[in-house]
T-cell receptor, first 112, second 113 residues
Framework: KAGVTQTPRYLIKTRGQQVTLSCSPI?????VSWYQQTPGQGLQFLFE???????NKGNFPGRFSGRQFSNSRSEMNVSTLELGDSALYLC???????????FGPGTRLTVT | DQQVKQNSPSLSVQEGRISILNCDYT??????FLWYKKYPAEGPTFLIS?????DKNEDGRFTVFLNKSAKHLSLHIVPSQPGDSAVYFC????????????FGKGITLSVRP
């Protein structure tokens, strides 16, 4: 069974731009969560989607948004990029929110 | 507020010895705990989990111990192998609806040949 895939793997943007990251969960998984990983901060929860509904949201500004499609694929969008948004963005999927999450390889975003 | 704490940023052990990775939590509502391993340029990989109804769970070389009264869990790796060198994240959640995983900051394990 194919794992979680994230595209693109690497991205360089400039301040003020916006970016959209994509995540395809493992087949059959309906829950998708997004995390931001920065050095020294671990994984910080962004949001979780289940059956196209946002179930949970972390403490991030409104510039960070996401959505989930009927095929469980998910996208996250960051508008008005700031230098501090440079991070590894990880997507994880699970059968439903009570099961273990399986992570994708991440998208490395660099904001210059 | 860091609800899941991994206070030691790094650990170095000799191959063949035991690695003990510690994790503390402050939220008494957490009742499910997980360990993930992460190699550079890869996403975290689920390793082992434990429910609060148990105090130990074992899977091959990996054992997780939970001390609910102390709000402490630990991951034991025996014997340690060089391929175990990675960043290990402890995570916790409260089972049920609308519950998210809360991760610690991770600990870097280095296993010396």
């Amino acid at each position: 069974k194919a794992g979680v895939t994230q595209t693109p793997r690497y991205l360089i943007k400039t301040r003020g731009q916006q970016v959209t990251l994509s995540c395809s969960p493992i087949s059959g998984h309906r829950s998708v969560s997004w995390y931001q990983q920065t050095p020294g901060q671990g994984l910080q929860f962004l949001f979780e989607y289940f059956s196209e509904t946002q179930r949970n949201k972390g403490n991030f500004p409104g510039r960070f948004s996401g959505r989930q499609f009927s095929n469980s694929r998910s996208e996250m969008n960051v508008s008005t990029l700031e230098l501090g948004d440079s991070a590894l963005y990880l997507c994880a999927s699970s059968l439903d929110p009570s099961y273990e999450q399986y992570f994708g390889p991440g998208t490395r975003l660099t904001v210059t | 507020d860091q609800q899941v704490k991994q206070n030691s940023p790094s650990l170095s052990v000799q191959e063949g010895r035991i690695s003990i990775l510690n994790c503390d939590y402050t939220n008494s509502m957490f009742d499910y705990f997980l360990w993930y391993k992460k190699y550079p340029a890869e996403g975290p990989t689920f390793l082992i989990s434990i429910s609060s109804i148990k105090d130990k769970n074992e899977d091959g070389r990996f054992t997780v111990f939970l001390n609910k009264s102390a709000k402490h869990l630990s991951l034991h790796i025996v014997p340690s192998q060089p391929g175990d060198s990675a960043v290990y994240f402890c995570a916790a959640k409260r089972t049920g609806a609308n519950s998210k995983l809360t991760f610690g900051k991770g600990i870097t394990l280095s296993v010396r040949p």
